[in-house]
C-alpha cells in the first residue's frame, strides 16, 4: 500500500472527528463543525497554491490554475455534509481524493485546471431537502428554500448568513462557461464491487427513482372471535403484496424495489388489522422499465384488495428520473480503469449523488470506490487502501486524457 | 318486541353513561362510576328482594332466595368493568339479563336460588391483569397482585380499600358449595351467528390460546446499492411467513391464527428493514391442534430465515389451554334454545370470558347473543330486540330445567 493512500484515509477519518455530536460523526450544513473541515481544507488547497473561496451555498470551491493552461476547468469534488451517525468516507472521501488529483495534476505538469468543491449540503438533513450546494452550483437553486426552517426554527436564509455568507449572492454561484467537466469520487454505498472483487467502478447512470406509499384498508376485528373465511385483514394483504414486490424485483433484470417503512392499525396483538401502510421504493437505470414496474405493482395492490374485499390507495411522493453520465467523459474513466490493468467495470448508482445535480449544466462523470461490506451511512463505513490506490492510478491516466482532449 | 327487551336495551345504555369520560364509556375496575354503577344495580336488586353484598374484589352479589327453595343456588352474571371507549353491551348484558332471569324465576314461581354476579374486573384495563373479580370468586386470587400499581402507581390494595373494602377479605369471596352452576349471558362479539342469521348459541368451548412475538432479523442496507440477490430483507422474510400463517388457519378447521403486530427497522422508505418483529395469536377448541399449528408456523419461520439466510427467534408470552363448558348445562341451554322453536347452534368462544375463571370451580355454561356487525370493544357495539326477546324465551326453559334438575 502506498502512503498516499493511507494519507487519503487518515484525512478522511481526521474530518469525521470535526462533528456536531461527540464519538459519532454528523456535520449537517452549516454547523460549526462545517467551518472546522472549511477551515482544514483551506489550508490544504492554499499550501497546494490554490485559490480558495466560498460561495454563497456554503460551497468551498479552490482553483488549481496553472500558467501554462487554458481557463476551462474540470470539477472534481463531492460533500461535505453527513446524516447523523455517519461513517468518514461517504461524500468526503471524493473530496480528499480531489486534493490528491491536483496534486497529481502539478506532479505531471499537466495543463490542465482543476476546481476542487466541497459541496455544503448533498444529504438533506438540515433542512429535508437534499443538494443544496450542488443546486446552487448547477444554476437550479429555487430562492424559496430560503424560507425553509430547520428543526430549531431557524431559516436557511439566516443560516447562511449566520455562517457569514450573504444568501442574495445565491445566483453567482452558478457555474460559467469555462466549467467543462465535473468528476465526482465517491464510494459505491452497496455490495456489488466486493460481490465482484473489484476496486473500481465507471457510473454509467444514476437511476431513477419512484417513492411512494400505499394504504390497504380492511377492518379490525377481534382475532379470537371472528373466523378466517369472515376477515378483511389489511395486513395479511400487504404481506401477499410485499412477496409480489420482491417476486417482480428479483425476475427483472437491473429493477430493485423495496418496502422499508409499514404500519399497522390498531397494532395489538390480538385485533386483526383494519389498516396497513407501506412505502415503496422502485429504482431502474431505464425510466420505461421503472414505470412499467410501477404500473404492475399498483394493478397487484388493487387486484390483491379487490379479492380480499379492502380498499386501496396509493400516493406517489417522488418520481425521479434516471441521470445518464456524460458518454465521453465516462469513457475516459473506464478507459482509465482499463489502462491502469484493471478489468472495466460499468455500473449504475442506486442511491442520488450531487452528480446527478450537476449532469444538467455540465458533463459529468463519477468513479466509484468498494464498499467493504457494502456499509455506508453507518459508522463502519470504510475504504481499503489498495482500492484509493488503485483509483490513484485511474487517476493519472484520467487526467492525462483530459488535459489532452478538453481545451 | 317485547316491552322488557327495549328495557334491557335501555338500561345498557343507561349503564354505559356512568363512565370515566365524557362522551364515552371508559370504567376501569373500581373507580367511581363502578361506585355509581353498584347503586343503580343495588337497588334494582332491593326492590326485586334480593340481598345484596360486595365482596372484596369489588363484585357486586344479589341473592334471590325463595322460601320454597333449597340453599343451593345457581349463578347468573357477568361483568360491569370495560374497555376504554368501550359499547354498552359487553358484560353489562349479561348483569342486566340477570336481572330479567330473576324477574322469571319470581314470575314462573320457581323453587330456585338465584345469585346474580356482577364481577368487578374482567378486561384487566386498568391493573394490566384481568379476570380480578371472577379469580376472587373461583378462589383462584393470587395475593401477589394486590401489590400491582395502576398507571397512577395506586397499588390493588390501596383501590380496594379507597372503595371502602377490605383487601384482607379476599379468601371470604370464593364460592361456597351451594353454588352448583354459573351462567354467563355474553355479545358473540363476532360475525358468526350474523352471518348465519341467528340470535343465540350455546357456547361448548372457550378456546385456547397461543400468542408469541417473532423476530426475523436480517441486515439493513441501502435500497438503492443493493441488488435483490444479495439482500437480507427482514420484512420481506416477514410477508412470506404472515402469508403462511393466513393458509394454514384457513386449511384447518376452527383455527383461527392472526398476525396483529408488526414493526420494522429501521422503517425508513428508502433502507431495507434489517429486523421485523411481529406477534403471533393461534387459538383453538383443542390443544393439540393449536399446539400442532404453532410448531408448524414456527418451523416455518425457521426454514424461511435458513433460505434468506436470516436469523430467527420467538418468544411464547401466553399459552392458555381451552376451557369446555360443563357438559351437562349446555345441553340444558341448547335443549332450551331448540324448546323455544329455534335451530340449535353450538360455538366455540374465541375470546375469554369470566366463565373461563369461573368453569374450574363450578359446572359452567355461556349463551351467546348475536353481534350485529360482529363489533364489540367499540362504541358501535350493539344487540337487536328480537335476540334479547329469543334469549329470554330460552331463559323461561333453561330455569324451569334447572329448578327441576339441580336440587
Chains 1, 2 share one sequence.
Not at 310 to 337: C, G, K, N
Amino acid at each position: 500500500m502506498s502512503e498516499v493512500a493511507s494519507r487519503v484515509i487518515a484525512e478522511c477519518r481526521r474530518i469525521a472527528s470535526m462533528s456536531e455530536e461527540p464519538g459519532r460523526t454528523t456535520r449537517r450544513f452549516l454547523t460549526p463543525p462545517m467551518q472546522a473541515v472549511h477551515q482544514y481544507l483551506r489550508a490544504r488547497m492554499e499550501a497546494l497554491g490554490m485559490a480558495v473561496r466560498v460561495d454563497a451555498a456554503g460551497n468551498l470551491l479552490g482553483l488549481w490554475q496553472p500558467a501554462n493552461a487554458p481557463a476551462r476547468r474540470l470539477l472534481i469534488g463531492s460533500h461535505i455534509d453527513t446524516v447523523p451517525d455517519a461513517g468518514a468516507f461517504d461524500g468526503v472521501l471524493g473530496v480528499v481524493m480531489a486534493l490528491e488529483f491536483v496534486e497529481l495534476v502539478k506532479e505531471m505538469q499537466l495543463p490542465l485546471a482543476i476546481e476542487l468543491i466541497a459541496f455544503s449540503d448533498e444529504e438533506g438533513v438540515r433542512f429535508g431537502v437534499p443538494f443544496i450546494g450542488s443546486r446552487a452550483v448547477a444554476g437550479r437553486f429555487d430562492s424559496a428554500l430560503l424560507e425553509r426552517k430547520d428543526a430549531d426554527r431557524i431559516t436557511m436564509a439566516d443560516a447562511i448568513r449566520a455562517f457569514g455568507l450573504d444568501p442574495a449572492l445565491m445566483e453567482e454561484a452558478a457555474l460559467d462557461e469555462n466549467a467543462v467537466g465535473f468528476l465526482e469520487i465517491h464510494i459505491e454505498q452497496g455490495p456489488v464491487l466486493e460481490a465482484e472483487k473489484l476496486s473500481l467502478a465507471a457510473v454509467t447512470t444514476i437511476v431513477g427513482q419512484t417513492r411512494l406509499s400505499l394504504e390497504f384498508e380492511g377492518e379490525a376485528n377481534h382475532a379470537g372471535t371472528t373466523p378466517m373465511k369472515l376477515r378483511r385483514d389489511a395486513l395479511a394483504a400487504a404481506a401477499e403484496w410485499i412477496g409480489g414486490v420482491e417476486q417482480l424485483a428479483r425476475s427483472t433484470d437491473g429493477l430493485v424495489a423495496t418496502v422499508g417503512k409499514i404500519a399497522v392499525e390498531p397494532n395489538a396483538g390480538n385485533v386483526i388489522p383494519g389498516k396497513a401502510t407501506v412505502s415503496l421504493d422502485v429504482r431502474h437505470a431505464w425510466d420505461s422499465a421503472r414505470s412499467g414496474a410501477v404500473k404492475q405493482l399498483l394493478e397487484n395492490a388493487q387486484e390483491i384488495a379487490e379479492r380480499r374485499g379492502l380498499a386501496v390507495q396509493h400516493q406517489v411522493q417522488l418520481e425521479q428520473p434516471a441521470v445518464p453520465m456524460d458518454e465521453r467523459l465516462t469513457s475516459f474513466v473506464s478507459d482509465a480503469i482499463e489502462a491502469a490493468g484493471m478489468p472495466v467495470k460499468r455500473m449504475t448508482s442506486g442511491a442520488g449523488h450531487d452528480a446527478m445535480v450537476l449532469a444538467s449544466r455540465v458533463p459529468t462523470t463519477m468513479l466509484f470506490l468498494r464498499s467493504p461490506g457494502g456499509l455506508s451511512h453507518h459508522p463502519g463505513e470504510a475504504v481499503l487502501e489498495e482500492d484509493v490506490d488503485a483509483a490513484l492510478r485511474v487517476g493519472r491516466f484520467f487526467l492525462n486524457r483530459v488535459a489532452a482532449e478538453i481545451r
